[in-house]
């Protein structure tokens, strides 16, 4: 014969005996718990890494893309216009906020501060986008670009006796001509292509979760 007492039913008896359903409460509860700590330390070990992940990328593409304009200028001989090197001068401020984002992620500081510096790194991109896409029109006639369009960074020369004459030699280079087209597209519209794909990088590791 079964007694049903107010804690578990045993054939036979009619004195209570501990609880063993709420054992087994307080162990899925624990378990859960637990479950749920890992759960939540997992994610925020997932969200910093991606964090370190963009402003890796962002910081390491914006150098290979000022780079690459440098090293156009002084081992191809390519002389930059005025809007030119306008249009380096977001990555020369922009790269050493993705230096600053990287240590912030590696030290482990809040994630709002290197969210905030990729934010700061992607409105800087599209700034340089702007700058991209105005010279590209200035390039192809769509509207008129400044006045004067001339550039304090000429090729050096490494005969110093022929320095005077390279000089007198040198023209700055208009605004309005590209000096090489790749694929169709100048050094200015290749920057926009580059600054928009970094300032997406930078906007999307500023906003993932």
Not at 125 to 150: D, N
Not at 161 to 186: E, F, M, Q, W, Y
Request: glycine share 10%; with cysteine.
């Amino acid at each position: 014969m079964y007694w049903i007492t107010g804690y578990s039913m045993m054939p036979g008896r009619t004195a209570p005996i501990y609880p063993s359903f709420s054992v087994l409460c307080v162990g899925n509860f624990h378990h859960a718990d637990t479950k749920a700590r890992v759960k939540s330390m997992a994610q925020t070990q997932s969200a910093q890494s991606g964090l370190t992940v963009s402003s890796v990328l962002v910081t390491a593409g914006m150098i290979f893309t000022v780079g690459s304009a440098l090293g156009f200028q002084h081992i191809g001989g390519y002389t930059p216009c005025a809007l030119c090197l306008l249009q380096r001068d977001p990555y020369y401020y922009a790269i050493p906020l993705g230096i600053l984002a990287i240590l912030a992620s590696l030290l482990k500081l809040p994630s709002w501060t290197v969210k905030t510096f990729l934010v700061l790194i992607g409105i800087a991109m599209l700034i340089g986008a702007g700058m991209g896409v105005y010279h590209s029109g200035v390039e192809w006639g769509f509207w008129e670009g400044p006045t004067t369009c001339a550039t304090g960074a000429p090729s050096i020369t490494t005969n110093a006796g022929s320095l005077l004459s390279d000089l007198n030699a040198i023209k700055a280079p208009s605004c309005n001509t590209a000096a090489l087209r790749v694929l169709g597209l100048s050094f200015a519209g290749w920057n926009v292509i580059a600054s928009v794909a970094l300032a997406a990088i930078a906007f999307y590791g500023a906003t993932r979760k």
